[in-house]
């Protein structure tokens, strides 16, 4: 997606609501309404973000779009939505975007395909393109609770964001507006600009109630993240063993960073790998003076604070060793309880030999390879 900007308009104050906290900073799913929109964004890999929010919660917004895995900036919303968007564009003045696509962060879980969707339509036809879906319920015209008539549903859809444009155009007809429109297609087409539809998604729905916000609480697939991990420590036979979290005397130890134990590296690793945030050298420094000798629990312990703080929670890890010394099978179980402790959800641990080949069959050293499974 290269050469597309996405505005994510959080300035609303959640009125319908009724919370404390704007709609955008309100608790979903472990996390906030609007990281997982910028969750959505992130995936469909945009050039650039900028996120509207409240002029009083900028902070606030900053820390939670600095979690994100794209960068992301932040300015100040106004009165009404399409003054917020007016001021998503305006930072967006000098951009080398062709496509802007603008976006409700109360569409929370809006997957990252409808993105995609919407910004290949725009390239592809250089029109205005927005997300619909079929009126399913039967619609009536009233005065009062009075029904004048069924209105004919057939040609009529309902729509979402994220609606997207050629953003030249879209700026311009924002710079010309007079009117307030409900949407941003609205005022593109009172500009004189072509808008077409592409398919809507569900899952796009807008939180305006709390039974929405229960609904985007309870439905939706959950978002799963993998990540690999590996670590190699060749044998030190001065050093203690540590692998696995737990104690080996008689053993000959690791040579390494810390305490050198290669299954909690490669866990850390795999967690990190998960949650997009990197890896434990980019993460810790290996070089830190700080955590030399360090147990590697200490790193265990803040790689599952920063998962947390990226609004994961972790659903297991797997761990395969592979090594001639120490023999794991004898204290597997005991490996793994107390790596499901540390981690708080089951963690597995196998383990092989290489069959006498490489530094591994030679005895040189050990490898342990990880995987981590993120729930969102
Ligand atoms: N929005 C905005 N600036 C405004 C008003 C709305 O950026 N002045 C954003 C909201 O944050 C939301 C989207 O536009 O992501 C859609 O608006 P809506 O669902 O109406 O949200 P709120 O205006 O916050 O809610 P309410 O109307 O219930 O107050
Ligand atoms: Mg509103």
């Known amino acids: 997606m290269s050469s597309v900007a996405v505005i994510v308009v959080a300035a609303g104050s959640g009125t319908r609501l009724g919370r404390a906290e704007p709609k955008a900073f309100a608790p979903l799913r472990g996390s906030t309404v609007?990281?997982?929109?910028?969750?959505?964004?992130?995936?469909?890999?945009?050039?650039?973000?900028?996120?509207?929010?409240?002029?009083?919660?900028?902070?606030?917004?900053?820390?939670?779009?600095?979690?994100?895995?794209?960068?992301?900036?932040?300015?100040?919303?106004?009165?009404?939505?399409?003054?917020?968007?007016?001021?998503?564009?305006?930072?967006?003045?000098?951009?080398?975007?062709?496509?802007?696509?603008?976006?409700?962060?109360?569409?929370?879980?809006?997957?990252?395909?409808?993105?995609?969707?919407?910004?290949?339509?725009?390239?592809?036809?250089?029109?205005?393109?927005?997300?619909?879906?079929?009126?399913?319920?039967?619609?009536?015209?009233?005065?009062?609770?009075?029904?004048?008539?069924?209105?004919?549903?057939?040609?009529?859809?309902?729509?979402?964001?994220?609606?997207?444009?050629?953003?030249?155009?879209?700026?311009?007809?924002?710079?010309?507006?007079?009117n307030e429109f409900t949407d941003d297609a609205a005022l593109f087409q009172d500009a004189g600009g072509e808008v077409l539809t592409v398919p809507g998604d569900e899952l796009a729905f807008k939180i305006t109630t709390?039974?929405?916000?229960?609904?985007?609480?309870?439905?939706?697939?959950?978002?799963?993240?993998?990540?690999?991990?590996?670590?190699?420590?060749?044998?030190?036979?001065?050093?203690?063993?540590?692998?696995?979290?737990?104690?080996?005397?008689?053993?000959?130890?690791?040579?390494?960073?810390?305490?050198?134990?290669?299954?909690?590296?490669?866990?850390?690793?795999?967690?990190?790998?998960?949650?997009?945030?990197?890896?434990?050298g980019s993460r810790f420094g290996t070089g830190d003076p700080r955590f030399a000798g360090a147990a590697s629990e200490v790193f265990l312990r803040e790689t599952l604070a920063l998962v947390a703080g990226s609004g994961f929670a972790v659903a297991n890890v797997a761990v395969q060793v592979v090594g001639e010394r120490p023999r794991l099978a004898p204290r597997r179980d005991e490996v793994e309880r107390r790596l499901t402790q540390l981690v708080g959800a089951p963690v597995s641990v196998a383990a092989t030999t290489s069959d006498g080949l490489g530094f591994t069959g030679r005895g040189e050293g050990v490898t342990a390879l990880a995987t981590a499974l993120l729930i969102g």
């Not at 600095?66 to 967006?92: C, D, F, N």
């Not at 109360?106 to 036809?125: G, K, Q, S």
């Not at 004048?148 to 040609?155: G, H, N, P, Y």
């Not at 939706?220 to 001065?238: E, F, I, K, N, W």
Request: aromatic share 4%; with cysteine.
């Open 34 to 178: 609007l990281e997982h929109a910028l969750r959505g964004v992130a995936d469909a890999a945009p050039a650039e973000v900028v996120v509207v929010a409240p002029s009083a919660w900028l902070a606030r917004a900053e820390a939670l779009a600095g979690a994100a895995v794209v960068p992301v900036r932040v300015v100040a919303g106004g009165e009404t939505r399409q003054a917020s968007v007016a001021a998503g564009l305006a930072a967006l003045a000098d951009s080398g975007a062709e496509i802007v696509l603008v976006h409700d962060a109360a569409r929370a879980l809006t997957p990252a395909a409808l993105f995609a969707r919407v910004a290949d339509a725009v390239r592809e036809t250089g029109a205005g393109v927005i997300p619909a879906l079929p009126v399913s319920d039967t619609v009536k015209r009233v005065e009062d609770d009075r029904v004048l008539a069924t209105v004919e549903r057939s040609d009529l859809v309902q729509v979402q964001t994220p609606q997207g444009f050629p953003r030249a155009a879209l700026a311009d007809a924002y710079a010309r507006a007079t």
């Open 210 to 280: 709390a039974a929405d916000l229960r609904r985007a609480e309870g439905s939706g697939v959950p978002v799963l993240r993998t990540g690999v991990g590996m670590d190699v420590h060749a044998y030190d036979d001065s050093a203690p063993l540590w692998l696995g979290g737990v104690y080996w005397p008689d053993e000959p130890g690791l040579a390494g960073h810390s305490d050198g134990d290669a299954v909690i590296h490669a866990m850390c690793d795999a967690l990190l790998s998960a949650a997009g945030l990197g890896d434990l």
